[in-house]
């Protein structure tokens, strides 16, 4: 009997120091991860990883331009958003029902009153697929205000680092004016309202160099070479 | 144009087009069956079969199609003896007082048909009565990519 109770403890003294093991390399995997910037939730990104300030940096695209979105609803209906080609500018909200940072978002979307968006963008919620996101998760968080589309395409086709991230695509055109991560919506739309008179200005810079430089070469309005040759 | 396709229904969107196809809530002990909404306008979520919340939002060159399907033991008779999708539709088919509720400016039109046994409406509503002309030919495009599984 007694052989039995020391083979027992030595036996769950072996599996304790596995565990611990297993725990410690995990930790390990996961500090490696969080210093590859591969962490998915700003709050818990590390200094290591260059994030300082509450709003990350936003990257502009310059040319590239947006994708419609294609998925399923939380309520299981077939849903396609026209994003480009569209009257409106749409901000995409990509979220999930996981992350620290994006319930405040959840929470701002679904609460009362009209929710001031950007250059009167429409604001869509973007989740992951049904393969990869908790359908009725979302289905309790999703405000009934937005749409809400699970699509894993439309994270690969936006390149979407981590969440929250959002998009702001602009609709005539179909370029994506920018794109960044914050912690509060508050955020988001100083992060939009300064990349909309970025993109306003660099427009109204260009057309005044185009003037000026044909100014410099003589061309007035009404010059005859801006306007084509009359067919007889 | 992009397809959006489920449950056996399926339509081509045009760039900047919505659309969704979904299973009609069901009453107590009723079937469910499926409806199509497609705009060239933002459509709000959360929309009755009708789509009426959306018709409020539309402006003079607004389009919204709405297919919705009725119980198949209607199919091939009264309002729905008529077989197959509607084509060719015409202007002088819309009017204002085909609408839910007077919406100025408005106006929309119906038809009902079965496809192989099941009993549909399409329903379409335009932005600008007065309009309605310059906008049949897109109308037209967009239902003349309907298709509905047998």
């Given at each position: 009997m007694a052989e039995v109770v020391a083979i027992q403890t030595v036996a769950i003294i072996l599996l304790g120091l596995l565990v611990v093991g297993l725990l410690r390399s995990h930790a390990e995997i996961l500090?490696?991860?969080?210093q590859l910037g591969a962490g998915l939730d700003p709050d818990g990104a590390s200094p290591a990883a260059g994030v300082t300030s509450a709003v990350a940096p936003p990257v502009?695209?310059?040319?590239?331009?947006?994708?419609?979105l294609a998925g399923v609803t939380p309520t299981d209906e077939a849903v396609r958003i026209g994003v480009v080609g569209a009257r409106q500018s749409t901000v995409l909200a990509f979220l999930s029902s996981g992350c620290g940072t994006c319930g405040s978002f959840w929470g701002t979307f679904g609460g009362a009153g009209r929710l001031a968006v950007p250059g009167d963008a429409r604001l869509v919620i973007v989740t992951k697929g049904p393969e990869a996101e908790s359908e009725s998760a979302i289905r309790?968080?999703?405000?009934a205000a937005f749409p809400v589309v699970m699509s894993t395409e439309a994270w690969l086709e936006?390149?979407?680092?981590?969440t929250p991230y959002f998009v702001y695509v602009d609709g005539p055109s179909g370029r994506i004016i920018g794109e960044g991560s914050a912690q509060s919506w508050d955020q988001v739309v100083s992060l939009w309202s300064q990349a909309l008179a970025d993109d306003a200005s660099r427009a109204a810079g260009g057309e005044d160099r185009a003037d000026r430089e044909l100014l410099q070469a003589g061309i007035r309005p009404g010059h005859r070479s801006l306007y084509p040759p009359q067919a007889n | 144009m992009a397809t959006l396709t489920r449950q056996g229904l399926e339509i081509e969107l045009p760039d900047g087009w919505d659309g969704r196809i979904y299973r009609r809530e069901a009453d107590d002990g009723a079937v469910t069956r499926r409806a199509l909404h497609a705009a060239?306008?933002?459509?709000?979520?959360?929309?009755?079969?009708?789509?009426?919340?959306?018709?409020e939002r539309m402006t003079a060159g607004d389009v919204l199609v709405v297919l919705i399907e009725f119980?198949?033991?209607r199919a091939g008779e009264g309002l729905y003896?008529?077989?197959?999708?509607?084509?060719g539709l015409s202007a002088d088919d819309f009017s204002p007082s085909a609408m839910p509720r007077a919406m100025p400016g408005r106006t929309a039109a119906q038809w009902f048909f079965s496809v192989a046994g099941r009993a549909f409406c399409l329903y379409v509503v335009l932005g600008n009565h007065n309009g309605r002309a310059t906008l049949m030919p897109l109308v037209n495009q967009v239902v003349g990519t309907l298709r509905i599984d047998r």
């Open positions: 500090r490696t991860l969080h502009r695209r310059g040319a590239a331009t947006g994708f419609d309790d968080l999703s405000p936006y390149k979407v680092p981590h | 060239n306008f933002a459509l709000p979520p959360n929309l009755g079969d009708y789509a009426v919340g959306a018709a119980d198949p033991a003896k008529n077989e197959g999708l509607p084509t």
